[in-house]
């Protein structure tokens, strides 16, 4: 049974500038209700006869496994979709594919390349629309990245976070959630690898800082975090990026001059040995199966609020 949504009423979330810091708030609470729930096993099923799309045109483990369980979770079901299944990957317009694909489903995740083709399938679709990664941003991850924090430090306001590495999707959506949410990045990437505030899409410099020296980054951090070296999309760049990025590896020396009780985070997946220490990623102040875990809380609480608003 497909809702007649209006397109007034839609809400998307494309970047995690989406949402205020308001509703944020619900979130992060919703999300601890839904997972206590699911540990408990209660149902919770609002989403009863609602049809989530996902499209997928890179590879995925946690956000194909978390949205997929998380919305048979909530009652629904799922349809998925690759470029190479379907007629996506045969040059059918984006338009096109949002208009049809969204009358027959009642909310949409995509994972795909620029920024500007989710756009164009949100502003043609007539349901909501979800970022699952682009190349410019990952907010799902954010998302569950900062109940996660939550979750073990509480909450995240006046907090530095250390990001350690490449200026991607990752940092970009750090950098947004910060100017949100009200707490600081200390960024360091290697020259050539910076963030840029107007593909981040901040409003100001304020909440964040950038670092030469990635220790430097790490100097009394609340939360160090790193990601891959080279991001999907970008493989032809990799033997460059292994030589550029290898002084970027978050290592125990790095941990030790952030703070005692610093959590360290990765979106995974990792490569040990490239941008984190093994010692790190599998020592006592990781928290980086947490953080996989959330993405299920975090994105059930997300479709639920996108589809039925606040309960
Ligand atoms: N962190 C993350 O998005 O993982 P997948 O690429 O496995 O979905
Ligand atoms: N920055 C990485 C994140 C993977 C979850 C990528 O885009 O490949």
Redesign the pocket.
Same mark, same amino acid.
């Given at each position: 049974m497909t809702t007649a949504t209006t397109p007034n009423a839609i809400r998307h979330y494309l970047q995690f500038s989406d949402l205020t810091a308001d509703e944020y708030a619900y979130l992060f609470d919703r999300m601890a209700i839904i997972k206590k729930k699911f540990k408990t096993y209660e149902k919770h099923q609002p989403l009863t006869d609602r049809t989530l799309a996902m499209i997928f045109e890179?590879a995925?483990t946690?956000?194909r496994v978390s949205f997929e369980a998380g919305m048979y979770q909530l009652g629904g079901s799922v349809v998925h979709l690759t470029t190479g299944d379907s007629q996506l990957g045969r040059a059918e317009p984006i338009e096109d594919s949002a208009k049809v694909i969204s009358r027959m489903v009642d909310i949409v995740m995509i994972r795909t390349y620029e920024q500007t083709k989710i756009d164009t399938f949100a502003a043609h679709s007539r349901v909501p629309v979800i970022n699952g990664?682009t190349?410019e941003f990952?907010p799902c991850?954010i998302l569950a990245d900062i109940f996660t924090y939550i979750e073990h430090r509480g909450s995240i306001q006046g907090k530095t976070i250390a990001w350690v590495g490449?200026g991607?999707? @990752?940092a970009n959506t750090w950098l947004q959630a910060a100017e949100i949410l009200g707490f600081t990045v200390h960024v360091s990437t290697p020259s050539g690898y910076e963030v840029d505030q107007s593909i981040a899409g901040i409003r100001s410099g304020d909440s964040y800082k950038v670092f030469k020296d990635p220790m430097e980054a790490c100097r009394g951090a609340d939360l160090v975090t790193t990601?891959?070296w080279?991001? @999907?999309?970008?493989e032809s760049e990799n033997e460059a990026r292994r030589k550029a990025f290898a002084d970027w590896c978050v290592d125990e020396d790095m941990m030790r001059i952030a703070q005692p009780d610093a959590l360290f985070m990765h979106?995974?997946?990792a490569h040990r040995g490239e941008e984190v220490q093994a010692e790190v990623i599998d020592g006592p102040q990781s928290v980086v199966w947490d953080e996989a875990e959330n993405r299920l809380h975090a994105q059930k609480a997300l479709m639920e609020f996108l589809l039925l608003g606040r309960l």
């Open positions: 890179k995925s946690r956000t990664l190349n990952h991850q490449d991607n999707n @990752m990601d891959v080279t991001s @999907m999309g970008y979106c995974l997946p």
